[in-house]
């Protein structure tokens, strides 16, 4: 059985792209070459809210496949959020991902809740509820990133 864990991670630095590093690093994640996946979950997964854990020195540089939402702010008292939800099959598994992000948490959610309301409509599989996680941070004065990443699995090269 495939498990895909959904982690987050905020950061701040003194550039959007440090911050994101430093998102990515909270969540788990920052020592990886990101692979970014769409949004199918496949038949048997299970997906859990959780920190993945890896032995960084094992894994360091491999390929981590992932559905990933980012968003960062350098405004002083600008937000950034992001989001991913999903909607799986409870008797298959199989599902759905979203990812979203915006300057709000009501916008993120907003936009999540939405994507997969019309994705199910458009699907004659019948899914469960909508479920999500979602992250954000204020920037105080320097570029801020907040991420959420679905884990699906590392390979090396």
């Not at 909607?87 to 598994?93: F, H, K, L, R, V």
Request: proline share 6%; glycine share 8%; net charge negative.
């Amino acid at each position: 059985m495939l498990t895909i864990a959904v982690t987050t991670g905020a950061g701040e630095a003194d550039t959007s792209l440090a911050a994101f590093d430093a998102a990515l690093l909270e969540a788990g994640i920052g020592n990886f070459n990101l692979i970014p996946l769409s949004s199918v979950i496949p038949t048997g997964a299970l997906v859990v809210e959780k920190h993945p854990e890896f032995d960084d020195e094992a894994v360091w540089g491999h390929r981590l496949y992932v559905v990933l939402a980012e968003q960062h702010a350098d405004v002083p008292g600008a937000e950034a959020w992001a989001g991913i939800g999903w909607i799986q099959d409870p008797d298959s598994g199989r599902g759905l991902f979203v990812e979203h992000q915006g300057i709000s948490e009501e916008a993120a959610v907003s936009d999540i809740e939405h994507s997969l309301e019309n994705m199910r409509a458009t699907r004659p599989q019948s899914f469960g509820p909508v479920q999500m996680v979602v992250r954000g941070t204020r920037c105080a004065s320097r570029p801020v990133s907040a991420l959420v990443a679905a884990v699906y699995r590392d390979e090396p090269w």
